[in-house]
């Protein structure tokens, strides 16, 4: 499974192919219900959610909200329900919010004056990255959701309060009370009333609890997420980020709630909160799209291995990896398509080589 997966980013970059953002389709232009209204639509954004099998040391955060194991993978589709660009690997744990961002980060973009039929998290999450100032790696968008007002009392939290809390958490971080969804409701009565039994003068609700728990945990992915940026550093010492006033406004428009941050205030529980939280949560490490550059292997091999590549998907049609014979035909005359069992042949051929060479690898790790 890994070999087949290792030539997908290479197949992908000649298989999917962006439309062109000159050109009307013509199903827009032909169709009076949809000329001229949808004459700058290049196709659909969506993503699906594909069930998988992972081993149960990390399947935590392949895990999604219906329970279910799988990756989140967000495809683009032209109208003739072409798929024209692809990012999968991301963990099922993951938002489609965070996928598109993570995608825009990685290359995807549209074209000035054009636009995809997207949902509602989509175009919140696009609509964020067109109001960035910078359309380079770090200009990543963010994703922001008008919440109606809430009928729950906002309680009232300080640094002590916080740590207690995370305390608790780590002393419930065992198989016997927390499972790959989190905390069960007994094991969260069971952390409420020893928050209650140690801080008697606080009467937090169990939900109001809960709710500081979510709120640490946002705060510490999107630390995390945000110390990923260039240019970013972290104070080891002082618990806290540091960068240029610049990329703090960057990182503001990337991560709206980030600001609090700014202004040099701590977050000291980051380090607990990594130990809770890593392994739970998607961060995207599986996750590659079909506009990446195609890694290079410098290894034994890898000129071979490249050669072939270039040989199976050149254009549809034969690319010999050795000077050609002198031929006889006319300069005129059209170049021989492969044909299905060729390039059938030639993938069978290359999976073989990878599988021999893993196990070559295999042997020198264990000989």
């Not at 946002?218 to 610049?246: F, H, T």
Request: contains cysteine; glycine residues 8%; proline residues 6%.
């Amino acid at each position: 499974m890994n070999n087949f997966f290792n030539i997908v980013p290479a197949l992908s970059k000649h298989f999917l192919k962006p439309p062109n953002p000159a050109q009307v389709h013509p199903k827009i232009r032909n169709n009076p219900r949809f000329f001229p209204y949808f004459q700058n639509c290049l196709g659909a954004i969506d993503g699906t959610h594909v069930p998988m099998n992972i081993n149960g040391d990390i399947a935590t955060p392949f895990r999604n909200r219906k329970g279910t194991l799988g990756q989140n993978v967000m495809v683009v589709c032209d109208f003739d329900l072409n798929f024209t660009f692809i990012s999968c690997g991301w963990e099922g744990y993951a938002t489609d919010a965070r996928v598109l961002r993570s995608a825009i980060r990685k290359g995807f973009r549209v074209p000035e004056g054009k636009f995809y039929l997207v949902d509602g998290v989509a175009m919140s999450t696009m609509t964020n990255v067109r109001r960035s100032p910078r359309t380079g790696t770090q200009g990543s968008g963010g994703v922001t959701k008008k919440r109606g007002t809430s009928s729950k009392a906002r309680a009232s939290w300080n640094a002590d309060l916080e740590k207690a809390l995370v305390d608790l958490l780590h002393e419930h971080n065992t198989p016997q009370y927390r499972g790959q969804n989190g905390w069960s409701t007994d094991v969260w009565n069971r952390i409420t009333k020893k928050f209650h039994d140690n801080h008697p003068y606080k009467n937090y609700t169990k939900g109001q609890i809960q709710d500081k728990e979510k709120e640490l945990k946002r705060e510490y992915k999107m630390l995390k997420e945000a110390r990923q940026q260039s240019g970013v550093s972290w104070n080891e010492k002082r618990c806290m980020i540091e960068a240029d006033p610049e990329l703090w406004d960057n990182l503001i428009i990337s991560f709206p709630k980030i600001g609090k941050f700014r202004s040099n205030k701590a977050f000291p529980l980051f380090d607990a909160l990594g130990e809770l939280y890593d392994g739970h949560l998607a961060e995207g490490n599986y996750n590659f799209t079909s506009t990446e550059p195609t890694q290079a292997h410098t290894s034994g091999g890898g000129m071979q291995e490249a050669s072939m590549m270039e040989n199976f998907v050149g254009n549809g049609e034969a690319q010999p990896t050795v000077p050609a014979a002198p031929s006889t035909s006319t300069e005129n005359e059209p170049k021989k398509r492969r044909s299905n069992g060729d390039i059938v042949a030639m993938m069978e051929k290359y999976i073989e080589m990878k599988t021999k060479r893993g196990r070559e690898q295999a042997n020198r790790e264990h000989g």
